[in-house]
């Protein structure tokens, strides 16, 4: 990350945590084509950095994100929108992919592709203020692609409600609909999500790894499929010297010494 120059983001480090900061508050942070390249390019650098042990993403000026820039939209050809929709997807996937868990800070209003990006990370945590929409069925663009997520998050009638519907829901909402994790005062917001960062760096990064692609891979997929496969990923993680380490120590009543692996 050291050293790279981004046009539409503010990379840096913060303890055990990597911020990445979508840097247009003058487009309320709309998710372009460049923008959301970045990103990825962000994540993967982040993926690479052996103390970054979380990834907070949040956004500069009064919004979260606003979605895709439909400015950059607007009389394209099909070959630039199919572009532009799988580098989105790809930064969604990138999210989940990454070993390390993603946190999305949100202080103020994420809609569309934003509120889409919100569902993506793997916690998320916001300001009283907050608000979250999926409005494109007003303006003829359907948030078909934000509800892969949010309907994951959500549930099938609340997501359908936010999609049909346009209309946003205040935090509290999300935070009883499974959207965000924790709502705080938008002054205790920085503090609530580095009390997160602070407990999951104090487990093996291995570890959180491991659970974080386990997470995923079985989500979606029958029961006994997630049963055989998490069987077998508990087999590998009991073998792993931080597991054995850790249980070590839980026995001996001391505190682990984590080697990463």
């Known amino acids: 990350m050291a050293g790279t120059e981004y046009r539409n983001l503010l990379v840096s480090t913060d303890g055990p945590a990597a911020r990445i900061v979508l840097n247009r508050p003058e487009r309320r942070n709309a998710l372009s084509l460049e923008l959301m390249e970045e990103v990825l390019a962000a994540l993967g650098a982040v993926s690479a950095q052996e103390a970054v042990r979380v990834v907070v993403l949040e ?9 895709h820039d439909l400015a950059e939209m607007i009389g394209r050809e ?41 569902a993506a990370c793997d916690l998320a945590v916001a300001a009283s203020e907050a608000r979250f929409a999926t409005p494109g069925v007003k303006i003829g663009l359907f948030c078909s692609t934000p ?3 949010i309907s994951r998050a959500v549930g099938r009638k609340r997501a359908m409600q936010m999609l049909l519907t346009g209309e946003p829901i205040d935090a509290r909402t999300a935070l009883d609909w ?9 002054d205790e917001l ?5 009390e997160l960062v602070e407990a999951i760096a ?42 054995q380490e850790g249980m070590s120590a839980f026995l001996q009543k001391r505190q682990p010494v984590w080697r990463g692996e």
């Open 202 to 243: 104090r487990s093996s990064s291995y570890t959180v790894a491991t659970g974080k692609r386990a997470f995923y891979d079985q989500i979606d997929g029958p029961e006994r499929d997630a049963y055989r496969h998490c069987s077998q990923v508990m087999t590998d993680n009991a073998l792993a010297a931080d597991a």
């Open 78 to 118: 099909e070959a630039f929108l199919r572009e532009l929709f799988a580098v989105c997807t790809a930064m969604m996937e990138k999210v989940h992919a990454l070993p390390q868990p993603v946190i999305a800070k949100v202080h103020g209003m994420a809609t569309a592709a934003g509120c889409q990006l919100v």
């Open 178 to 186: 499974g959207l965000v994790n924790r709502v705080v005062p938008s």
């Open 59 to 67: 956004g500069a000026g009064p919004a979260f994100s606003a979605g």
């Open 190 to 194: 920085d503090s609530a999500v580095m």
């Open 147 to 149: 509800m892969v997520p």
